[in-house]
């Protein structure tokens, strides 16, 4: 049995490896079928680990223009479109 203390401070990666509590939908899934990976959005560390890169330099590509990304509230959103644009070098 786990402690209350460890399930109550458990935080990013292990937090979201189940589903959204509050529909039952995990946005991170495919529950559509065949839709889109262009409808896909992710937050910071979801795209320094898609790109396999460090937080410093994925923030560098953004103020430098090579990712287009959005601020929204205290963190930066950006398509799975754009990131894989910029993998492909265009």
């Known amino acids: 049995m786990k402690n209350k203390r460890n399930l109550k401070h458990r935080r990013g990666e292990d937090r979201r490896k189940n589903p959204d509590r509050r529909n039952g939908y995990d946005r991170r ?3 559509a079928g065949n839709a889109a990976d262009n409808d896909i959005i ?3 560390l979801e795209a320094c680990q898609y790109l396999k890169i460090s937080r410093p330099t994925y923030l560098k590509y953004i103020t430098s223009g090579k990712i287009k990304a959005q601020k929204i509230g205290r963190g930066w959103k950006v398509l799975k479109q754009e990131l894989d644009r910029f993998i492909r070098g265009e």
Do not use: A, L
């Open 29 to 31: 899934s495919n529950h």
């Open 42 to 44: 992710f937050n910071t």
